[in-house]
């Protein structure tokens, strides 16, 4: 089997492009990336060499460039990544957003249709995954869960672009026929994390010595998932879920920003050999984010009961394997920060 996995080159897309290609050695796993700031080949050098591995670079929203790869290698699955991911950017350049999200996951359905069905029929081994957030969900009170059937009520222009995104998955699975699978998960937390996310940030800050910029009171609540078992979801719902279906991924964990901040800054303390509460006085309270959504909380049990997926770590075991990954990845970080990987590969990757 040919199965494309776009954005695998990303936080969460390397995470599932390893699992793949190790655990499926007869798929044959290709790679298809933009490199934008946030895709990075560093996150595969494990995988690169092998021999059922092929990394592609190129852009979703090139319509013909899709057409004529899809027509090249005949995929016979799609697992789809790639997008613009985090929210504070889609804020100040949402029509980033609206390209990457919507125009190329239109792209990607649009010429997996022309591969996959001549008539109407499509072959047993054709899936189109879209890997979707909560988000899409929109925001909590105090209590209650996201369940599959909650509707879509999307607050940021990031959200809104992969609520959209959903309803054209859907839309060609009830216009076309189109075998599809769309699964909404909470925040992942784990290596490979572009710093510019919460947790990342905040270890890459506090390791060096810098403000630590909290959103308003801090008092938002996030439900977080390690990415390890984010890849186990979705080898299980790739493999098992019912075509057609919504799954919820989420870890059961729920956490107000401030008390994750302070749990991590404990953590870091001592793993930096500092007295007790010196990172947490890195803490600094900083304007809210527009439109903050107040709080996410998934139920996973259709996940749990149907396909007997766990999440395999609590929090605290996750976090301190994160913060020691990023700690020991040195080198990593820096490339990443500093822009030195993106030289690299753009002239490794020449542009289309
Ligand atoms: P990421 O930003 O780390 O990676 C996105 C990848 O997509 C990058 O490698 C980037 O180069 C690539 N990409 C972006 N635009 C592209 C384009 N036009 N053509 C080809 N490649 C392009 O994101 P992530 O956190 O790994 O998220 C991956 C997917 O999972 C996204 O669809 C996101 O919406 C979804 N998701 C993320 C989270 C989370 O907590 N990070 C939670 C739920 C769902
Ligand atoms: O500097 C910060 N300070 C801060 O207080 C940052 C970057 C974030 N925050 C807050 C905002 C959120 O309440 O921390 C929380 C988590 O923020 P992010 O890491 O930006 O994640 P979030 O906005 O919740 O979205 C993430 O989870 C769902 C991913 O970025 C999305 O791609 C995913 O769909």
């Known amino acids: 089997m040919n199965v494309l996995i776009t954005g695998g080159a990303g936080f969460i897309g390397s995470h599932v492009v390893r699992h793949f290609v190790n655990k499926y050695p007869h798929y044959h796993i290709f790679n298809l990336d933009k490199l934008t700031y946030a895709g990075n080949l560093e996150n595969l050098t494990d995988v690169e060499q092998a021999s059922n591995y092929t990394f592609i670079k190129g852009d979703i929203v090139d319509t013909?460039?899709?057409?004529?790869?899809?027509?090249?290698?005949?995929?016979?699955a799609v697992i789809h990544l790639a997008a613009e991911s985090h929210v504070d950017r889609s804020i100040s350049a949402p029509m980033e957003f609206v390209m990457a999200n919507v125009v190329g996951t239109v792209n990607l359905l649009a010429?997996?249709?022309?591969?996959?069905?001549k008539d109407g029929q499509y072959d047993a081994k054709n899936i189109f995954y879209?890997?979707?957030?909560?988000?899409v969900y929109g925001t909590l009170g105090d209590t209650g869960k996201f369940l599959e059937t909650t509707p879509y009520s999307p607050n940021s222009p990031y959200s809104a672009s992969k609520a959209s995104s959903d309803h054209f998955?859907?839309?060609?699975?009830?216009?076309?026929?189109?075998?599809?699978?769309?699964?909404?998960?909470?925040n992942n937390y784990g290596s490979h994390q572009f710093p510019e996310k919460l947790i990342p940030l905040f270890i890459h800050n506090v390791k060096n010595n810098k403000p630590l910029p909290v959103y308003g009171k801090g008092e938002n609540v996030r439900d977080w998932l390690y990415v390890v078992d984010h890849a186990v979801a979705i080898d299980t719902i790739f493999h098992g879920g019912t075509l057609g279906d919504t799954y919820n991924i989420g870890g059961n964990n729920e956490w107000k920003n401030i008390e994750l901040i302070k749990l991590l800054c404990s953590i870091m303390d001592k793993k930096l050999d500092r007295e007790p509460g010196t990172s947490e006085k890195l803490i600094t309270h900083v304007q809210d984010r527009?439109?903050?959504?107040?709080?996410?909380a998934i139920d996973s049990s259709k996940l749990m009961d149907e396909l007997d997926w766990r999440p395999s770590v609590?929090?605290?075991?996750?976090?301190?394997?994160?913060?020691?990954?990023?700690l020991t990845n040195e080198t990593w970080l820096n490339n990443v920060t500093s822009g030195a990987y993106q030289n690299y590969y753009k002239q490794k990757y020449s542009e289309r």
């Open 111 to 117: 010429s997996a249709r022309d591969t996959w069905s």
């Open 290 to 296: 527009a439109g903050h959504d107040w709080r996410y």
């Open 314 to 326: 609590t929090f605290e075991q996750g976090l301190e394997k994160t913060i020691d990954w990023y």
């Open 130 to 135: 879209h890997i979707s957030t909560d988000e």
């Open 64 to 76: 013909s460039f899709i057409a004529d790869l899809f027509a090249k290698y005949k995929f016979d």
């Open 169 to 186: 998955v859907r839309a060609w699975h009830h216009t076309y026929g189109m075998p599809i699978k769309i699964s909404n998960c909470s």
